[in-house]
């Protein structure tokens, strides 16, 4: 079983910034690939970006040149997605996934964490 904590979630005004942050524990020996999904009101889960354990990245084609992923030097089993020119359209409830690959989930996920983006 892997353990999933997010942080990092809250209101910003459209053009603000704001950092996201996952810790995996639990059989984290498992894990290859972490991502960060979203969800909006009345929309499906859809993936915004993730990252492989060794650093390959795959990005919505939302996401690409706003928004940056990364895994922490130092311990590997947490992830980090930089928001930054965030839009109304990014108000959604984030998601961490770990132990997919970095174009599908797996089924371990985070409790979500809400981010709204005011115009």
């Known amino acids: 079983q892997v353990q999933l904590v997010e942080s990092g979630g809250g209101l910003v005004q459209a053009g603000g910034s704001l950092r996201l942050s996952c810790v995996a524990s639990?059989?984290?020996?498992?894990?290859?690939?972490m991502g960060w999904y979203r969800r909006a009101p009345g929309k499906q889960r859809e993936l915004v970006a993730a990252i492989s354990s060794i650093g390959v990245t795959n990005y919505a084609d939302s996401a690409k040149g706003r928004f940056t992923i990364s895994r922490d030097n130092a311990n590997k089993n947490t992830v980090y997605l930089q928001m930054n020119m965030l839009k109304p359209e990014d108000t959604a409830v984030y998601y961490c996934?770990?132990?997919?690959?970095?174009?599908?989930?797996?089924?371990?996920w985070g409790q979500g964490t809400q981010v709204t983006v005011s115009s």
């Open positions: 639990g059989s984290t020996f498992s894990i290859n690939a």
């Open positions: 996934n770990a132990g997919g690959s970095i174009y599908y989930s797996s089924r371990y």
